[in-house]
């Protein structure tokens, strides 16, 4: 059975930072693309990163670029998202997702973790 | 950048067919995805590539995508089908789109 349990998330000031995680099991972790998705309270879902499945190949919304980013550790099954300089506007959950990439034609998100709560705010 | 288009909310009573669609400049050219949002949980996918069902998802579920419509259709509907449903597609210039989503209420 995947599972994909999220964690690090809390309260941080604006500006501060903050360290996600995503620990991956029951599948080929290294095989797959990895993504963050996030949904602010009450709103609707927000595509963050995606990472392919060596590291080698990394993308963002314009929203986060030069602020977040996406890594993974295929060894220890985890995928990770640092982000700085956090504002008010990042406020959301955060979910690990594993991502199916079909090269110049589609992506879908297969399988959700329960997301991890982020809040900014002084 | 790519804008996909759903209904705030659709009402539909226990046993007839929901319908939820998602707008956008021909989206028929697309992938089309739709996606399961309960209260106070994750979501699930329940369509990928416009019609095909995760294994799991119960044959009630179904999409079709023509012009600039996709749509989803829930039938035989049942309170446990009560949640937030959100369409996405990817577009080589917006990369992964959601729709706003939308909120099906069983009356």
């Known amino acids: 059975e995947v599972q994909l349990v999220e964690s690090g998330g809390g309260l941080v000031q604006p500006g501060g930072s903050l360290r996600l995680s995503c620990a991956a099991s029951g599948f080929t972790f290294s095989g797959y693309w990895m993504s963050w998705v996030r949904q602010a309270p009450g709103k609707g879902l927000e595509w963050v990163a995606n990472?392919?499945?060596?590291?080698?190949?990394?993308f963002y919304v314009d929203s986060v670029k030069g602020r977040f980013t996406i890594s993974r550790d295929n060894a220890k099954k985890s995928l990770y998202l640092q982000m700085n300089s956090l504002r008010a506007e990042d406020t959301a959950v955060y979910y690990c997702?594993?991502?199916?990439?079909?090269?110049?034609?589609?992506?879908?998100?297969?399988?959700w973790g329960q997301g991890t709560l982020v809040t900014v705010s002084s | 950048s790519y804008v996909l288009t759903q209904p705030p909310s659709v009402s539909v009573a226990p046993g007839q067919t929901a319908r939820i669609t998602c707008g956008g400049n021909n989206i028929g050219s697309k992938s089309v995805h739709w996606y399961q949002q309960k209260p106070g949980q994750a979501p699930v996918l329940v369509v990928y590539?416009?019609?095909d069902r995760p294994s799991g998802i119960p044959e009630r579920f179904s999409g079709s995508n023509s012009g600039n419509t996709a749509t989803l259709t829930i039938s035989w509907v049942e309170a446990g089908d009560e949640a937030d449903y959100y369409c996405?597609?990817?577009?080589?210039?917006?990369?992964?789109?959601f729709g706003g989503g939308t909120k099906l209420t069983v009356l």
């Open positions: 997702a594993r991502l199916v990439n079909v090269p110049t034609a589609t992506e879908y998100f297969q399988h």
């Open positions: 590539d416009d019609s």
């Open positions: 996405q597609v990817w577009d080589s210039s917006s990369d992964v789109v």
């Open positions: 990472i392919m499945q060596d590291g080698g190949g990394k």
